[in-house]
Antibody, heavy 117, light 110 residues
């Protein structure tokens, strides 16, 4: 059974760096073809694709956020970390991590991050 | 502004058939990238409904079907049920090798 869970701060100040951790079980990021992605959803708005990392450390980023976002993995800990710099109130959203590459078949429950001074 | 365009809302009576369109460009759907569909019930994480244009994951009722043609894709729900009331999102990839989502469609069962 695959599960994922996001963790990190619920409140960050403008200009700060956000670090979120996705801890997963039921699969390995050492297995060929496996990927983990990050997606966010501002309150009442649509999903936004952020970043994706594959088993072989291939990384993909949203062009609009590429300068601010970094995705890394620690396969030994079953974790994927997303960092986003220079946070702004418009980055207030629920952040999801999900298993998959092209399509995301299993999602975490999401974690709400508010950006406010 | 989402990269893929979906109608904001569709509605239908129980038992009816509704379709949701997802329009892209030659950089994403039109480039041959697969389209996937998700269902999001209020307050929950999205659930994969259709992957690779037409395929249903195990457990998804066959009332849900997907198609893709040219720069567009569609999700059809036949025999609409009250439990289908939710937000639906399409997703594909684009030439930058990143993913893109649609703006979402709210399905209302009358």
């Amino acid at each position: 059974q695959i599960t994922l869970k996001e963790s990190g701060p619920t409140l960050v100040k403008p200009t700060q760096t956000l670090t979120l951790t996705c801890t997963f079980s039921g699969f390995s990021l050492r297995t060929t073809g496996v990927g983990v992605g990050w997606i966010r959803q501002p309150p009442g708005k649509a999903l936004e694709w952020l970043a994706l990392i594959y088993w072989n450390d291939d990384k993909r980023y949203s062009p609009s956020l590429k300068s601010r976002v970094t995705i890394t993995k620690d396969a030994s800990k079953n974790q994927v970390v997303l960092t986003m710099t220079n946070m702004d109130p418009v980055d207030t959203a629920t952040y999801f991590c999900a298993h998959g590459g092209d399509a995301f078949d299993i999602w975490g429950q999401g974690t709400m991050v508010t950006v406010s001074s | 502004q989402s990269v893929l365009t979906q109608p904001p809302s569709v509605s239908g009576a129980p038992g009816q058939r509704v379709t949701i369109s997802c329009t892209g460009t030659s950089s994403n759907i039109g480039a041959g990238y697969d389209v996937h569909w998700y269902q999001q019930l209020p307050g929950t994480a999205p659930k994969l409904l259709i992957f690779a244009n037409t395929n249903r994951p195990s457990g998804v009722p066959d009332r849900f079907s997907g198609s893709r043609s040219g720069t567009s894709a569609s999700l059809a729900i036949t025999g609409l049920q009250a439990e289908d009331e939710a937000d639906y999102y399409c997703q594909s990839n684009d030439s930058s090798l990143s993913g893109v989502f649609g703006g979402g469609t709210k399905v209302t069962v009358l």
